[in-house]
């Protein structure tokens, strides 16, 4: 799953009449949810600007899927202003959320809807975003806005092993590994940018999960990470009803 949003390029003298185009995909299913945002900003000589791959294996060398990637550019930039997220889901099936793992940008909704045999009452008590969902099956409750970033962890009060995360973040290209532990930002401007991994499995400390990457407007760029530590056997951190104040 990829995000990408183009940044302005700027030059001097003359300029010509521009126009702006925005596509936005979105795909659900049962064990993926592809969530796919482009926006791209063009004029008379286009913006500079490459693709981003990214790839993350373990110890051994094999992918590591659902780790979420950011990537920021370290100067400021002047950004096209972007239509409004579309609603993104966080489904409920055999005692479980799907996906465990989310990200979106500042801004987005999200509906949780219930397609489980039984009743669920989802929760957080993260900072950036604290609110409960009276239990409930099939019928669904209006979408949560998330309009703060950091994590977000999800608990059920009525099954205590159910965990998801939703991961709210500013940076303008965002996603998710794949299978094999790769994603591919396109349409990156050219430029340095920071990038950041995290996943609930990963067990590395976070300084070691950031990178500075280059973009060259002439070829792809690309980071791969090995991670140091084996993988956590339960995502951290986990969600705790004892923190929810009720």
Same mark, same amino acid.
């Given at each position: 799953?990829?995000?990408?949003?183009?940044?302005?390029?700027?030059?001097?003298?003359?300029?010509? /009449?521009?126009?702006?185009?925005?596509?936005?995909?979105?795909?659900?299913? =049962?064990?993926?949810?592809?969530?796919?945002?482009? =926006? =791209?900003?063009?004029?008379?000589?286009?913006? %500079?600007?490459?693709?981003?791959?990214?790839?993350?294996? *373990? +110890?051994?060398? /094999?992918?590591?899927?659902?780790?979420?990637?950011?990537?920021?550019?370290?100067?400021?930039?002047?950004?096209?202003?972007? $239509?409004?997220?579309?609603?993104?889901?966080?489904?409920?099936?055999?005692?479980?959320?799907?996906? +465990?793992?989310?990200?979106?940008?500042?801004?987005?909704?999200?509906?949780? %809807?219930?397609?489980?045999?039984?009743? &669920?009452?989802?929760?957080?008590?993260?900072?950036?975003?604290?609110?409960?969902?009276?239990?409930?099956?099939?019928?669904? &409750?209006? $979408?949560?806005?998330?309009?703060?970033?950091?994590?977000?962890?999800?608990?059920?009060?009525? &099954?205590?092993?159910?965990?998801?995360?939703?991961?709210?973040?500013?940076? !303008?290209?965002?996603?998710?590994?794949?299978?094999?532990?790769?994603?591919?930002?396109?349409?990156?401007?050219?430029? *340095?940018? /920071?990038?950041?991994?995290?996943? !609930?499995?990963?067990? *590395? $400390? %976070?300084?070691?999960?950031?990178?500075?990457? &280059?973009?060259?407007?002439?070829?792809?760029?690309?980071?791969?990470?090995?991670?140091?530590? *084996?993988?956590?056997? /339960?995502?951290?951190?986990? $969600?705790?009803?004892?923190?929810?104040?009720?």
């Amino acid at each position: 799953m990829s995000h990408s949003r183009s940044g302005d390029c700027g030059r001097s003298g003359e300029r010509s /009449r521009f126009e702006t185009g925005f596509a936005l995909v979105t795909r659900f299913s =049962a064990n993926r949810i592809t969530f796919v945002w482009l =926006a =791209a900003l063009a004029v008379a000589t286009a913006c %500079p600007a490459s693709e981003l791959a990214i790839s993350v294996v *373990d +110890r051994s060398g /094999r992918g590591v899927a659902d780790v979420v990637v950011t990537a920021a550019p370290l100067e400021q930039r002047a950004l096209p202003i972007l $239509p409004r997220p579309a609603t993104a889901v966080m489904d409920q099936r055999n005692l479980a959320f799907v996906p +465990r793992v989310l990200v979106v940008a500042v801004g987005t909704s999200v509906e949780f %809807p219930n397609n489980d045999s039984v009743s &669920h009452q989802v929760y957080s008590f993260s900072p950036a975003k604290k609110f409960q969902l009276p239990l409930y099956k099939g019928a669904r &409750h209006p $979408p949560v806005t998330f309009d703060q970033e950091g994590l977000v962890v999800l608990g059920c009060n009525i &099954h205590d092993d159910m965990a998801g995360y939703i991961y709210v973040t500013s940076a !303008p290209f965002f996603g998710k590994t794949d299978f094999a532990g790769a994603l591919r930002l396109p349409d990156v401007p050219a430029g *340095d940018y /920071r990038v950041t991994l995290w996943s !609930p499995l990963i067990a *590395d $400390p %976070p300084p070691s999960l950031i990178r500075t990457v &280059h973009v060259d407007e002439q070829q792809a760029a690309g980071s791969r990470v090995q991670l140091e530590r *084996d993988l956590r056997a /339960r995502p951290e951190p986990r $969600p705790r009803r004892s923190d929810w104040e009720y």
